[in-house]
């Protein structure tokens, strides 16, 4: 059940010997991630946490999550970055296109338009509302706002009780919000202070939302510790996520710097947001990096793919497919055959999904693109535990052999400087 | 009320005397455009659509729009690409983020997933249905395919009635789906033979599932009337739109070959995916092509915001904001005062939107990204219009000062070969 890269595209354009030529680099990266010895190895507590997470914890969280499933209708949680871009990931993955049923789970904090608010705000009228803070310091701007306005409207709708229907994630011990729970009496869980916000969405960030919403965090999670285990192997040719690594750096040496992850399920829309998150902050910074996009075809078969087939080649491409097909569509007969399509009655939707992807391979291959492939045996939570962790280490793995530290974001700070600036904060006027 | 270019953070990566050199190349190129003399000139119905558009035609969109408002808890619309993105990206901007109330409109077609198929036969079990299906040919596959499902579902549940439930858009005379519209008697809409896909959403494409969705599609077209009106003027200078052009080329001709969609409007986010297809569509081709990517800000701050201040320096930045404060949200002040934000008590969140924009583009151009601002000065229905109509008319002078076709898609081809191939279409097999 673990996720394999298919080479079948990506022979045409990487020689075998260039993949073993980044063998030593790849098992001295290993040994850096695994013995904590390289940049920023005070954020590797992701990397052993499936395994590690605390029983009491998963508890604590289940129980958690049955107590807002009981009595609420819409739980808002509000964070921005690894906040938030986790829960939405396995969250589009996961749960029904259209709505889940059972406890609604949205998002704030993510943005500062006041139009969304107001529009959440109306959305959220005569329901019954619970909150989920998910913030390390309590003060980024962005969630912090939110949460501001919505205890204000959770107070004046509960009073005293509002405490009870905030839960706040934090660090264990500092921080605004930490003080603001342990004061207000909300219930809490831990941001692990080794893990960064980008590689949080097992932990407490994402698991407790996700539970709310349906998700069986459980196979979640052992689905990502099984890809802890396989995926600690060393050698190069015997680690999926390694081999995504160095594929990636040696068509990056070659000019292909922009990389475009397909796939023609579209419930991977999240994961395609989560996995630019990252990529792009762990390895845009000192003026390198490939750049991540992301398309859902066929719909952008129909858009982004004449690029694709005929643009300026700098591109590659990785296409994430489902093998197993679970569904049971099947094209009707239809007698007058006006649309042409008896040819496919005896097909499924996924036959002929997975046909398509073939098909759109050959043609970018054959259009200069080079394509990786990973192939997801089955779209459950197991595998999709497995998935995330496979990109988490990959993308460790790919950003140590591109020479930066995988786990800051120097970069993130500079427009946060300037609008504390322009907005005249106290310790940053001009 | 017009689309404005802000040339403020541009200044310094652009000389006007780089701008003055396009003059002549763009006069001539709006000659091509004006007295169709250009490449693609076949397909130029959309510049004078707004203003010709015809009010029976109009008025027929709006009674059979209210036709289905009156009947109906879920419109299916089937389409993809052009016949899908639009809507979408119009519905995303106007209406409320969690739902409009009335009768909701859904997409279908524009993938093949069977996953995402059952789940929204699911949705729609025991609702009352109606659908529209746009494709110009009638055998595009994947709309072709969803519409034989979804055409059996509707016999199945409403017999000979199914046939009052299903609108067609398509084709004048030709077609698969004008010879089952004309003999099943379904109402149908006409794609104008002139207007590809890409340009189509001001036509009965858009405006027919935009009016049942609750848009007000007169002051769209008011909108777009006006652009069509102030954007014929040829002079480089004084349209905002050839100056956009005009500005990416020149970034284009400098290697700055991604063009990032950036706004701190969550609702862009549909007009992102809609303006990818127009603009990758139309100029990715011969090799050529500025790689059109898209982020939401402040989300895509925490995320892709890494990689914009700090990666690899081929990228320039279009930020599209909103400029009047429609909204009342104001932060509310805290005793406390534990999240630090007491300095913000006084200012609406439109404001600090706007400077975190401003922030935003500073620290960016700061760190290398050139910055085109667009400023539209509402976000309502007529100004949706214009902004369509504007990137449309910037867009085809874009790929003409590139020396590319803007009206064809060869590339789009190659997968429909391979993919008929492999399914063994008949008259396709290898």
Same mark, same amino acid.
């Given at each position: 059940?673990?996720?394999?890269?298919?080479?079948?595209?990506?022979?045409?354009?990487?020689?075998?010997?260039? +993949?073993?030529?980044?063998?030593?680099?790849?098992?001295?990266?290993?040994?850096?991630?695994?013995?904590?010895?390289?940049?920023?190895?005070?954020?590797?507590?992701?990397?052993?946490?499936?395994?590690?997470?605390?029983?009491?914890?998963?508890?604590?969280?289940?129980?958690?999550?049955?107590?807002?499933?009981?009595?609420?209708?819409?739980?808002?949680?509000?964070?921005?970055?690894?906040?938030?871009?986790?829960?939405?990931?396995?969250?589009?993955?996961?749960?029904?296109?259209?709505?889940?049923?059972?406890?609604?789970?949205?998002?704030?904090?993510?943005?500062?338009?006041?139009?969304?608010?107001?529009?959440?705000?109306?959305?959220?009228?005569?329901?019954?509302?619970?909150?989920?803070?998910?913030?390390?310091?309590?003060?980024?701007?962005?969630?912090?706002?939110?949460?501001?306005?919505?205890?204000?409207?959770?107070?004046?709708?509960?009073?005293?009780?509002?405490?009870?229907?905030?839960?706040?994630?934090?660090?264990?011990?500092?921080?605004?919000?930490?003080?603001?729970?342990?004061?207000?009496?909300?219930?809490?869980?831990?941001?692990?202070?080794?893990?960064?916000?980008?590689?949080?969405?097992?932990?407490?960030?994402?698991?407790?939302?996700?539970?709310?919403?349906?998700?069986?965090?459980?196979?979640?999670?052992?689905?990502?510790?099984?890809?802890?285990?396989?995926?600690?192997?060393?050698?190069?040719?015997?680690?999926?996520?390694?081999?995504?690594?160095?594929?990636?750096?040696?068509?990056?040496?070659?000019?292909?710097?922009?990389?475009?992850?397909?796939?023609?399920?579209?419930?991977?829309?999240?994961?395609?947001?989560?996995?630019?998150?990252?990529?792009?902050?762990?390895?845009?910074?000192?003026?390198?990096?490939?750049?991540?996009?992301?398309?859902?075809?066929?719909?952008?078969?129909?858009?982004?793919?004449?690029?694709?087939?005929?643009?300026?080649?700098?591109?590659?491409?990785?296409?994430?497919?489902?093998?197993?097909?679970?569904?049971?569509?099947?094209?009707?007969?239809?007698?007058?055959?006006?649309?042409?399509?008896?040819?496919?009655?005896?097909?499924?939707?996924?036959?002929?999904?997975?046909?398509?992807?073939?098909?759109?391979?050959?043609?970018?291959?054959?259009?200069?693109?080079?394509?990786?492939?990973?192939?997801?045996?089955?779209?459950?939570?197991?595998?999709?535990?497995? +998935?995330?962790?496979?990109?988490?280490?990959?993308?460790?793995?790919?950003?140590?052999?591109?020479?930066?530290?995988?786990?800051?974001?120097?970069?993130?700070?500079?427009?946060?400087?300037?609008?504390?600036?322009?907005?005249?904060?106290?310790?940053?006027?001009?």
């Amino acid at each position: 059940m673990t996720v394999k890269i298919n080479t079948k595209f990506i022979q045409e354009f990487v020689e075998t010997n260039e +993949l073993a030529a980044l063998e030593d680099f790849v098992a001295a990266s290993h040994k850096k991630i695994h013995d904590k010895t390289g940049a920023g190895a005070e954020y590797l507590g992701w990397l052993d946490w499936p395994s590690k997470m605390e029983e009491a914890e998963l508890s604590r969280l289940e129980e958690a999550a049955e107590k807002v499933k009981s009595d609420t209708d819409v739980l808002i949680v509000i964070g921005i970055g690894g906040s938030y871009l986790g829960t939405k990931a396995v969250q589009d993955l996961l749960l029904p296109a259209f709505g889940a049923g059972g406890t609604e789970v949205i998002f704030a904090g993510h943005n500062i338009s006041g139009r969304y608010l107001e529009e959440l705000l109306s959305h959220i009228e005569g329901k019954k509302v619970a909150l989920n803070v998910i913030s390390k310091s309590g003060t980024t701007t962005e969630p912090a706002i939110a949460f501001r306005i919505l205890r204000k409207w959770m107070v004046d709708a509960y009073g005293e009780e509002a405490a009870n229907r905030i839960i706040v994630t934090t660090d264990e011990k500092e921080g605004a919000l930490r003080k603001a729970a342990d004061k207000a009496g909300y219930t809490s869980f831990v941001i692990p202070g080794d893990i960064g916000g980008r590689y949080s969405v097992l932990t407490s960030v994402g698991l407790l939302p996700l539970a709310v919403a349906g998700v069986d965090i459980r196979s979640l999670l052992e689905g990502a510790a099984l890809a802890e285990s396989t995926l600690a192997n060393p050698a190069l040719m015997e680690n999926d996520a390694y081999l995504y690594a160095a594929y990636r750096q040696i068509l990056n040496s070659r000019g292909y710097s922009v990389e475009v992850m397909a796939s023609f399920e579209p419930a991977m829309a999240g994961i395609n947001e989560w996995w630019k998150q990252l990529f792009g902050e762990s390895e845009g910074k000192q003026g390198k990096g490939v750049f991540p996009a992301s398309v859902i075809y066929s719909t952008d078969l129909h858009s982004m793919g004449q690029y694709l087939q005929d643009g300026r080649r700098m591109l590659f491409e990785t296409m994430v497919s489902f093998t197993e097909d679970q569904n049971q569509t099947e094209i009707p007969f239809d007698e007058e055959d006006g649309d042409g399509l008896n040819y496919l009655v005896e097909k499924s939707l996924h036959e002929v999904n997975q046909t398509a992807m073939e098909a759109t391979a050959l043609a970018h291959a054959e259009g200069g693109v080079p394509i990786l492939s990973l192939e997801v045996p089955k779209l459950d939570a197991q595998h999709a535990g497995y +998935l995330l962790y496979f990109f988490m280490k990959a993308c460790a793995m790919s950003a140590y052999l591109s020479g930066v530290n995988p786990f800051d974001q120097p970069g993130v700070e500079q427009y946060k400087q300037n609008m504390f600036e322009l907005l005249g904060k106290p310790g940053y006027e001009k």
